[in-house]
T-cell receptor
Framework: DAGVIQSPRHEVTEMGQEVTLRCKPI?????LFWYRQTMMRGLELLIY????????DSGMPEDRFSAKMPNASFSTLKIQPSEPRDSAVYFC????????????FGNGTRLTVT | AQSVTQLGSHVSVSEGALVLLRCNYS??????LFWYVQYPNQGLQLLLK??????LVKGINGFEAEFKKSETSFHLTKPSAHMSDAAEYFC?????????FGAGTRLTVKP
């Protein structure tokens, strides 16, 4: 299994531009999670999906952030417009969803907004 | 709601010494607890998990953790540190399918 695949690995953009981060979960996993990691705030859960349906988006910082999961093998996290404070590493993770199932993480997308 | 607190953002040990990374949890339901490790420029990898089958859980790379309900703790230990153990370690808890992480502890191993 190839694991969770995220793209791009690095993204540098200017303030005000739209950014789209992509994630392919492990086949058969029915939960997908988006996390943001920063030095100041650590790992924050942004949103998670079950069977492609968003379950909890209370961690999404503001309306500039949106996430979709059009099918079981693909999800996007979009920031529009981007701001310098959005600079962080964004991780996607997937799991089988039972409470004792571990998360499998991608290698993350390092976003820099200048 | 569930949460975890990791005591100590940085821990430094000598190679061959005992590693002890502390984690306390708060959960309104019986928790599932995890330890993950993160190496530079990588995602998190599972070290071990507690799912109520046994209070002492053994994981990969010689790590283990003991669940103590009376102390609401799930500390991670390794008898003898190796240089390759240098990384950031995260404790995590789930109660309702969403996993919450502690702030992390960066482990440094001195030769």
């Amino acid at each position: 299994d190839a694991g969770v695949i995220q793209s791009p690995r690095h993204e540098v953009t200017e303030m005000g531009q739209e950014v789209t981060l992509r994630c392919k979960p492990i086949s058969g996993h029915d939960y997908l999670f988006w996390y943001r990691q920063t030095m100041m705030r650590g790992l924050e859960l942004l949103i998670y999906f079950n069977n492609n349906v968003p379950i909890d988006d209370s961690g999404m910082p503001e309306d500039r952030f949106s996430a979709k999961m059009p099918n079981a093998s693909f999800s996007t996290l979009k920031i529009q417009p981007s701001e310098p404070r959005d600079s962080a590493v964004y991780f996607c993770a997937s799991s089988l969803g039972q409470g004792n199932s571990p998360l499998h993480f991608g290698n993350g997308t390092r976003l820099t907004v200048t | 709601a569930q949460s975890v607190t990791q005591l100590g953002s940085h821990v430094s040990v000598s190679e061959g010494a005992l590693v002890l990374l502390r984690c306390n949890y708060s959960s309104s339901v019986p928790p599932y607890l995890f330890w993950y490790v993160q190496y530079p420029n990588q995602g998190l990898q599972l070290l071990l998990k507690y799912t109520s089958a046994a209070t002492l859980v053994k994981g990969i790379n010689g790590f283990e953790a003991e669940f103590k309900k009376s102390e609401t703790s799930f500390h991670l230990t390794k008898p003898s540190a190796h240089m390759s153990d240098a990384a950031e370690y995260f404790c995590a808890v789930t109660g309702n399918n969403d996993m919450r992480f502690g702030a992390g502890t960066r482990l440094t191993v001195k030769p």
